[in-house]
């Protein structure tokens, strides 16, 4: 029980930080987003007029006062779910907008990190019961290998073979222009087609980094005393593997892919950017380009919180299934 109880403290100080860094770290960019969409507006040639910058200030509810002040009202707001309206896309509401680009980013990078911790989990542990083979050193050297490649040049291959090229695949964007986002197969075949590219350059390279580590610990599981013990007991080797040595392996990566899942709603920056996806991360890089605190703290908050979460739902998971941690933390 201590230690469900320890964990439990961290995660309410690391949340209450969270919180407070979020509210902090826009505020340290230089810069006026009032200004930046007056600009915007008129032409960056132009200059700037002060009584427009003042009436965006108005408009958008721009906060004023101390920092302190600032930070109960933040507090407050945050309290009762409200994010403000967004600079960016004024008049529509944080949470309306984060709202409409969240699912995008939950299909495309949830479904990728799925299929990438199971394929992955499951060729570092094939590595490892045939290590020192020819299946281990095609494993491990090609996905070290392609871990080398750049990842937008991976991207950019992909929309010259498959979408310039072959045409087999739009090159970007979410849905075709003749299509009308619902409930319909038309939307989704179409949604499908456009999604295939984002997904195929996060499957090339999201394995990698569960291979690499299944393998090792794996290996390292499979040289413990008690692996010995069961092969001079006589069971077979791949009892032993799979039974023994991918159980207690295979934690590190659980730990590892509650929080890769917990990031999901921070999106993924370049994919979004290079594809045109409508997501979480070609919102973030929205948001940050055009000053837009509110939209801004509330995508930085969602992915902290979301991280911190799943690390400690690992956490409590790791204690469950690792009877060891609970004992180690108690002596």
Do not use: C
């Amino acid at each position: 029980m201590g230690y469900f109880l320890r964990r439990t403290g961290f995660f309410v100080a690391t949340l209450w930080a969270a919180v407070t860094l979020n509210f902090l770290i826009p505020r340290l960019q230089p810069g006026d987003p009032a200004e930046a969409i007056v600009s915007r507006l008129t032409g960056k040639s132009e200059a700037v007029d002060p009584r427009q910058v003042e009436a965006i200030r108005r408009l958008l509810g721009t906060p004023d006062g101390s920092l302190l002040t600032q930070y109960w009202d933040y507090l407050g707001e945050l309290v009762h779910g409200n994010f403000g309206l967004s600079y960016t896309y004024f008049p529509y509401t944080v949470t309306e907008v984060i709202g409409d680009a969240a699912l995008w980013t939950v299909v495309l990078v949830g479904v990728t990190q799925i299929l990438s911790f199971v394929i992955g989990t499951l060729l570092g542990a094939w590595a490892a019961y045939r290590r020192n083979s020819r299946v281990d050193s095609v494993i491990t050297l090609g996905s070290t290998f392609v871990g080398t490649l750049p990842f937008f040049w991976i991207a950019l291959l992909l929309i010259y073979v498959f979408a310039i090229t072959l045409q087999w695949f739009p090159d970007g964007g979410g849905y075709g222009g003749g299509s009308t986002p619902g409930w319909s197969w038309l939307f989704f075949s179409d949604a499908f087609q456009h999604s295939v590219l984002p997904a195929l350059s996060l499957l090339i390279t999201g394995p990698i980094g569960w291979i690499i580590g299944m393998r090792n610990n794996m290996v390292q599981e499979l040289g413990q005393d008690y692996a010995r013990l069961a092969r001079a007991k006589g069971l077979p080797q791949r009892r032993i593997a799979l039974t023994y040595g991918a159980r207690i392996a295979i934690l590190p990566n659980v730990t590892g892919f509650a929080i890769a899942l917990g990031s999901i709603l921070g999106g993924t920056v370049l994919v979004e950017t290079i594809f045109n996806y409508p997501g979480l991360g070609r919102l973030l890089l929205e948001s940050v380009s055009n000053k837009d605190f509110p939209l801004m703290q509330a995508l930085f908050l969602f992915t902290t919180i979301g991280v911190l979460v799943a690390n400690f739902v690992a956490d409590l998971l790791y204690g469950v299934l690792d009877p060891r941690v609970r004992r180690t933390e108690a002596a």
